[in-house]
Protein backbone atom coordinates (compact mmCIF):
# COMPACT_ATOMS: atom_id res chain seq x y z
CA UNK A 1 0.00 0.00 0.00
CA UNK A 2 2.46 2.42 0.88
CA UNK A 3 4.30 1.55 -2.53
CA UNK A 4 1.44 2.28 -4.20
CA UNK A 5 1.14 5.65 -2.34
CA UNK A 6 4.85 6.76 -3.51
CA UNK A 7 4.41 5.87 -6.87
CA UNK A 8 0.80 8.11 -7.15
CA UNK A 9 3.31 11.01 -5.27
CA UNK A 10 5.95 10.44 -7.63
CA UNK A 11 3.49 10.61 -10.75
CA UNK A 12 1.98 13.73 -9.28
CA UNK A 13 5.22 15.46 -8.52
CA UNK A 14 6.45 14.22 -12.15
CA UNK A 15 3.11 16.29 -13.52
CA UNK A 16 3.41 19.13 -11.65
CA UNK A 17 7.24 19.35 -12.58
CA UNK A 18 6.43 18.68 -16.57
CA UNK A 19 3.81 21.26 -16.17
CA UNK A 20 6.54 23.83 -15.16
CA UNK A 21 9.06 22.67 -17.50
CA UNK A 22 6.40 23.23 -20.55
CA UNK A 23 5.77 26.69 -19.11
CA UNK A 24 9.36 27.38 -19.20
CA UNK A 25 9.88 26.07 -22.95
CA UNK A 26 6.91 28.17 -24.22
CA UNK A 27 8.07 30.99 -22.81
CA UNK A 28 11.56 30.31 -24.40
CA UNK A 29 10.44 29.69 -27.67
CA UNK A 30 8.25 32.58 -27.69
CA UNK A 31 11.45 34.71 -27.03
CA UNK A 32 12.87 33.31 -30.09
CA UNK A 33 10.04 33.71 -32.29
CA UNK A 34 9.79 37.30 -31.32
CA UNK A 35 13.19 38.11 -31.93
CA UNK A 36 13.12 36.46 -35.50
CA UNK A 37 9.74 38.31 -36.48
CA UNK A 38 11.33 41.40 -35.66
CA UNK A 39 14.28 40.95 -37.31
CA UNK A 40 12.15 39.84 -40.42
CA UNK A 41 9.92 42.86 -40.56
CA UNK A 42 12.77 44.94 -39.92
CA UNK A 43 14.44 43.81 -43.24
CA UNK A 44 11.70 42.64 -45.39
CA UNK A 45 8.28 44.06 -47.08
CA UNK A 46 5.12 41.86 -46.13
CA UNK A 47 1.71 42.22 -46.84
CA UNK A 48 -0.45 44.51 -45.03
CA UNK A 49 -2.96 42.10 -44.38
CA UNK A 50 -0.31 39.38 -43.14
CA UNK A 51 1.40 42.46 -40.93
CA UNK A 52 -2.21 43.06 -39.49
CA UNK A 53 -2.38 39.36 -38.66
CA UNK A 54 1.17 39.45 -36.94
CA UNK A 55 0.79 42.36 -34.66
CA UNK A 56 -3.25 41.01 -33.98
CA UNK A 57 -1.57 37.36 -32.67
CA UNK A 58 0.79 39.91 -30.71
CA UNK A 59 -2.03 40.56 -27.25
CA UNK A 60 -2.89 37.03 -27.50
CA UNK A 61 0.93 35.78 -27.08
CA UNK A 62 1.13 38.82 -24.24
CA UNK A 63 -1.61 36.98 -21.97
CA UNK A 64 0.36 33.86 -22.53
CA UNK A 65 3.41 35.49 -21.20
CA UNK A 66 1.75 37.35 -18.96
CA UNK A 67 -0.01 34.21 -17.20
CA UNK A 68 2.70 31.76 -17.70
CA UNK A 69 5.06 33.91 -15.83
CA UNK A 70 2.20 34.53 -13.03
CA UNK A 71 2.15 30.63 -13.20
CA UNK A 72 6.07 30.05 -12.73
CA UNK A 73 6.24 32.92 -10.03
CA UNK A 74 3.51 31.41 -7.81
CA UNK A 75 4.84 27.69 -8.78
CA UNK A 76 8.22 28.45 -7.45
CA UNK A 77 7.12 30.42 -4.59
CA UNK A 78 5.00 27.25 -3.63
CA UNK A 79 8.06 24.91 -3.89
CA UNK A 80 10.27 27.06 -1.65
CA UNK A 81 7.33 27.25 1.53
CA UNK A 82 7.86 24.17 3.86
CA UNK A 83 3.90 24.47 5.37
CA UNK A 84 2.21 21.82 3.29
CA UNK A 85 -1.41 23.33 3.83
CA UNK A 86 0.08 26.71 2.34
CA UNK A 87 2.15 25.00 -0.75
CA UNK A 88 -1.20 23.38 -1.89
CA UNK A 89 -2.96 26.32 -1.52
CA UNK A 90 -0.42 28.03 -3.83
CA UNK A 91 -0.08 25.15 -6.30
CA UNK A 92 -4.23 25.07 -6.42
CA UNK A 93 -3.66 28.98 -7.62
CA UNK A 94 -0.84 28.11 -9.58
CA UNK A 95 -3.00 25.67 -11.58
CA UNK A 96 -6.31 27.90 -11.86
CA UNK A 97 -4.09 30.81 -13.29
CA UNK A 98 -2.61 28.08 -15.77
CA UNK A 99 -5.91 27.11 -17.02
CA UNK A 100 -7.01 30.63 -17.23
CA UNK A 101 -4.13 31.33 -19.12
CA UNK A 102 -4.84 29.23 -22.03
CA UNK A 103 -8.24 30.10 -21.75
CA UNK A 104 -8.11 33.90 -22.33
CA UNK A 105 -5.71 33.38 -24.98
CA UNK A 106 -7.86 30.96 -26.82
CA UNK A 107 -10.42 33.48 -26.46
CA UNK A 108 -8.78 36.42 -28.05
CA UNK A 109 -7.45 34.52 -30.84
CA UNK A 110 -10.72 33.28 -31.52
CA UNK A 111 -12.16 36.94 -31.31
CA UNK A 112 -9.19 38.01 -33.75
CA UNK A 113 -9.87 35.43 -36.12
CA UNK A 114 -13.31 36.50 -36.80
CA UNK A 115 -12.61 39.91 -37.17
CA UNK A 116 -9.51 39.28 -39.29
CA UNK A 117 -12.19 37.06 -41.57
CA UNK A 118 -14.62 40.28 -41.29
CA UNK A 119 -12.01 42.84 -42.54
CA UNK A 120 -9.78 40.69 -45.34
CA UNK A 121 -11.98 38.00 -46.31
CA UNK A 122 -15.35 39.71 -46.13
CA UNK A 123 -14.04 42.99 -47.09
CA UNK A 124 -15.36 45.37 -44.07
CA UNK A 125 -12.23 47.36 -43.12
CA UNK A 126 -13.56 49.94 -41.40
CA UNK A 127 -14.30 50.69 -37.62
CA UNK A 128 -17.70 50.99 -37.14
CA UNK A 129 -17.82 47.08 -38.48
CA UNK A 130 -15.20 45.84 -35.64
CA UNK A 131 -16.83 48.05 -32.82
CA UNK A 132 -19.95 46.35 -33.97
CA UNK A 133 -18.52 43.31 -33.72
CA UNK A 134 -16.98 44.01 -30.53
CA UNK A 135 -20.28 45.15 -29.13
CA UNK A 136 -22.17 41.78 -29.93
CA UNK A 137 -19.49 39.60 -28.43
CA UNK A 138 -19.48 41.95 -25.14
CA UNK A 139 -23.60 41.28 -25.19
CA UNK A 140 -23.13 37.92 -25.28
CA UNK A 141 -20.39 37.77 -22.27
CA UNK A 142 -23.15 39.67 -20.36
CA UNK A 143 -25.35 37.75 -20.97
CA UNK A 144 -23.65 35.05 -19.41
CA UNK A 145 -22.50 37.12 -16.58
CA UNK A 146 -26.28 37.32 -15.67
CA UNK A 147 -27.40 34.83 -13.75
CA UNK A 148 -29.72 35.84 -10.89
CA UNK A 149 -27.80 33.53 -8.16
CA UNK A 150 -24.84 35.14 -8.93
CA UNK A 151 -26.23 38.41 -8.55
CA UNK A 152 -27.96 37.24 -5.21
CA UNK A 153 -24.78 35.79 -3.66
CA UNK A 154 -23.23 39.19 -4.46
CA UNK A 155 -26.12 41.16 -2.85
CA UNK A 156 -25.82 38.99 0.27
CA UNK A 157 -21.93 39.98 0.25
CA UNK A 158 -22.05 43.60 0.19
CA UNK A 159 -25.15 43.50 2.73
CA UNK A 160 -23.78 41.24 5.41
CA UNK A 161 -19.73 42.77 4.99
CA UNK A 162 -19.06 46.54 4.62
CA UNK A 163 -15.50 45.94 4.54
CA UNK A 164 -13.12 42.95 4.00
CA UNK A 165 -10.53 43.15 6.95
CA UNK A 166 -8.77 40.56 5.86
CA UNK A 167 -7.51 38.69 2.51
CA UNK A 168 -8.09 35.66 3.42
CA UNK A 169 -12.12 36.57 3.65
CA UNK A 170 -11.99 38.43 0.34
CA UNK A 171 -10.78 35.74 -1.52
CA UNK A 172 -13.31 32.91 0.29
CA UNK A 173 -16.31 35.74 -0.71
CA UNK A 174 -14.40 35.68 -4.50
CA UNK A 175 -14.49 31.48 -4.28
CA UNK A 176 -18.58 31.61 -3.29
CA UNK A 177 -19.39 33.99 -6.86
CA UNK A 178 -16.93 32.66 -9.13
CA UNK A 179 -18.79 30.25 -10.93
CA UNK A 180 -18.27 28.93 -14.08
CA UNK A 181 -20.08 31.33 -16.17
CA UNK A 182 -19.56 33.99 -13.84
CA UNK A 183 -15.69 33.25 -13.76
CA UNK A 184 -16.40 33.05 -17.98
CA UNK A 185 -17.65 36.09 -18.77
CA UNK A 186 -15.36 37.68 -16.06
CA UNK A 187 -12.03 36.47 -18.62
CA UNK A 188 -13.93 37.02 -21.86
CA UNK A 189 -14.50 40.54 -20.98
CA UNK A 190 -10.79 41.48 -19.97
CA UNK A 191 -9.41 38.98 -22.67
CA UNK A 192 -11.29 41.37 -25.22
CA UNK A 193 -10.62 44.76 -23.42
CA UNK A 194 -6.67 44.05 -23.58
CA UNK A 195 -6.54 42.92 -27.39
CA UNK A 196 -8.62 46.24 -27.85
CA UNK A 197 -6.11 48.20 -25.93
CA UNK A 198 -2.73 46.74 -26.76
CA UNK A 199 -3.54 45.81 -30.91
CA UNK A 200 -3.49 49.51 -31.96
CA UNK A 201 -0.09 50.97 -30.70
CA UNK A 202 1.29 47.29 -31.54
CA UNK A 203 0.14 47.98 -35.13
CA UNK A 204 1.93 51.39 -35.19
CA UNK A 205 4.91 50.15 -33.05
CA UNK A 206 8.71 49.86 -33.99
CA UNK A 207 7.67 46.44 -35.58
CA UNK A 208 6.16 48.50 -38.56
CA UNK A 209 9.91 48.76 -40.18
CA UNK A 210 11.35 51.79 -42.17
CA UNK A 211 10.56 54.06 -45.54
CA UNK A 212 14.34 54.40 -46.73
CA UNK A 213 14.80 57.04 -49.62
CA UNK A 214 18.09 56.63 -52.25
CA UNK A 215 19.86 59.07 -53.76
CA UNK A 216 23.32 59.13 -55.62
CA UNK A 217 23.74 62.31 -54.27
CA UNK A 218 22.61 65.63 -52.97
CA UNK A 219 23.79 68.27 -55.87
CA UNK A 220 22.01 67.68 -59.01
CA UNK A 221 22.47 70.03 -62.48
CA UNK A 222 19.15 71.57 -63.53
CA UNK A 223 17.65 69.22 -66.47
CA UNK A 224 18.65 66.18 -65.71
CA UNK A 225 15.83 63.58 -64.78
CA UNK A 226 16.72 62.54 -60.95
CA UNK A 227 16.31 58.70 -60.23
CA UNK A 228 15.17 58.11 -56.65
CA UNK A 229 14.82 54.61 -55.09
CA UNK A 230 12.31 53.59 -52.31
CA UNK A 231 12.60 50.62 -50.11
CA UNK A 232 10.39 49.44 -47.77
CA UNK A 233 10.38 47.18 -45.09
CA UNK A 234 7.27 45.97 -42.80
CA UNK A 235 4.05 46.60 -43.94
CA UNK A 236 4.05 47.52 -47.64
CA UNK A 237 0.55 48.62 -48.71
CA UNK A 238 2.00 51.44 -50.65
CA UNK A 239 3.05 54.84 -51.11
CA UNK A 240 2.55 58.48 -51.26
CA UNK A 241 5.09 60.59 -52.94
CA UNK A 242 5.31 64.80 -51.76
CA UNK A 243 8.02 66.95 -53.15
CA UNK A 244 8.48 70.01 -51.91
CA UNK A 245 10.84 73.29 -52.30
CA UNK A 246 12.27 75.65 -49.99
CA UNK A 247 10.87 79.05 -49.96
CA UNK A 248 11.50 82.36 -48.26
CA UNK A 249 12.27 82.17 -44.40
CA UNK A 250 13.08 78.26 -44.51
CA UNK A 251 9.84 77.71 -45.60
CA UNK A 252 8.89 74.18 -47.77
CA UNK A 253 6.08 74.68 -50.16
CA UNK A 254 4.76 71.54 -51.38
CA UNK A 255 4.83 71.43 -56.03
CA UNK A 256 4.11 67.90 -56.79
CA UNK A 257 2.73 64.87 -54.88
CA UNK A 258 1.69 61.09 -56.63
CA UNK A 259 -1.17 60.27 -54.25
CA UNK A 260 -0.78 56.72 -54.20
CA UNK A 261 1.44 53.97 -55.93
CA UNK A 262 0.34 50.83 -55.52
CA UNK A 263 2.63 48.16 -54.22
CA UNK A 264 2.63 45.52 -56.90
CA UNK A 265 4.71 45.91 -59.89
CA UNK A 266 2.52 47.35 -62.97
CA UNK A 267 5.01 46.96 -65.74
CA UNK A 268 6.30 49.69 -67.35
CA UNK A 269 3.58 51.97 -67.25
CA UNK A 270 4.11 54.84 -64.85
CA UNK A 271 2.05 56.97 -61.95
CA UNK A 272 2.61 60.65 -62.68
CA UNK A 273 1.80 63.38 -59.91
CA UNK A 274 -0.68 66.49 -60.10
CA UNK A 275 1.66 68.36 -61.73
CA UNK A 276 2.49 65.67 -64.67
CA UNK A 277 5.96 67.36 -65.50
CA UNK A 278 7.53 66.87 -62.42
CA UNK A 279 7.43 63.66 -60.19
CA UNK A 280 6.27 60.23 -62.21
CA UNK A 281 7.30 56.92 -60.03
CA UNK A 282 6.33 52.80 -59.81
CA UNK A 283 6.74 49.72 -57.74
CA UNK A 284 9.33 47.44 -58.49
CA UNK A 285 7.65 44.79 -56.37
CA UNK A 286 9.26 43.59 -53.17
CA UNK A 287 9.00 46.53 -51.41
CA UNK A 288 10.68 48.67 -53.80
CA UNK A 289 10.07 51.79 -55.56
CA UNK A 290 11.12 54.34 -58.63
CA UNK A 291 10.74 57.57 -58.87
CA UNK A 292 11.75 60.06 -60.94
CA UNK A 293 11.66 63.85 -60.74
CA UNK A 294 11.49 66.32 -64.13
CA UNK A 295 14.37 69.17 -63.32
CA UNK A 296 13.43 70.91 -66.68
CA UNK A 297 11.35 73.39 -64.93
CA UNK A 298 12.43 73.44 -61.81
CA UNK A 299 14.07 76.23 -60.57
CA UNK A 300 17.71 76.32 -58.75
CA UNK A 301 16.96 75.59 -55.04
CA UNK A 302 16.61 73.00 -52.38
CA UNK A 303 14.09 70.06 -52.17
CA UNK A 304 12.57 67.47 -49.93
CA UNK A 305 11.26 64.26 -51.86
CA UNK A 306 8.88 62.31 -49.41
CA UNK A 307 7.61 58.97 -49.14
CA UNK A 308 4.89 58.16 -46.72
CA UNK A 309 3.00 54.56 -46.81
CA UNK A 310 -1.05 55.09 -46.18
CA UNK A 311 -2.40 54.11 -42.19
CA UNK A 312 1.71 54.31 -40.86
CA UNK A 313 2.31 57.94 -41.48
CA UNK A 314 4.79 58.14 -38.17
CA UNK A 315 7.66 56.37 -40.12
CA UNK A 316 8.42 57.63 -43.83
CA UNK A 317 11.56 58.26 -45.84
CA UNK A 318 13.21 61.83 -46.66
CA UNK A 319 15.99 62.94 -48.64
CA UNK A 320 16.96 66.90 -49.30
CA UNK A 321 18.96 67.31 -52.76
CA UNK A 322 19.96 70.84 -53.97
CA UNK A 323 19.27 71.64 -57.69
CA UNK A 324 22.49 73.45 -59.01
CA UNK A 325 23.14 75.69 -62.12
CA UNK A 326 24.01 73.08 -64.99
CA UNK A 327 26.70 75.70 -66.28
Given amino acids: MRAEDGKDGGNLTSNETDGFKFAVTLLAAFGTISYTAYDY ?29 SYILIKGISLEVRNHI ?19 CITVLVFFLCIFLWVVVLDHENSISI ?16 RPETVSQIKKIIQTRKTFNYVRDLLRDLQNILTIPFALAIMITISLIIWLIVFQPVLHSPLQGHV ?42 QIDLINYLKPEHSGKRMVSGNNNSILSGNSLGGGRYSVFINTTNLTREYYEIKSVRPKYTKKYGLKGFYLLNNS
Fill in 41 to 69: LQHTAVDNNWYSFFCGIIPVALILVFGLL
Fill in 86 to 104: KSEHLKKWASYIYLATFLM
Fill in 131 to 146: NLLTLIVSILSAFILY
Fill in 212 to 253: TVDMDSICYKDGAPIPVLIQVTGPNNGLSIYLSREEAENNLT
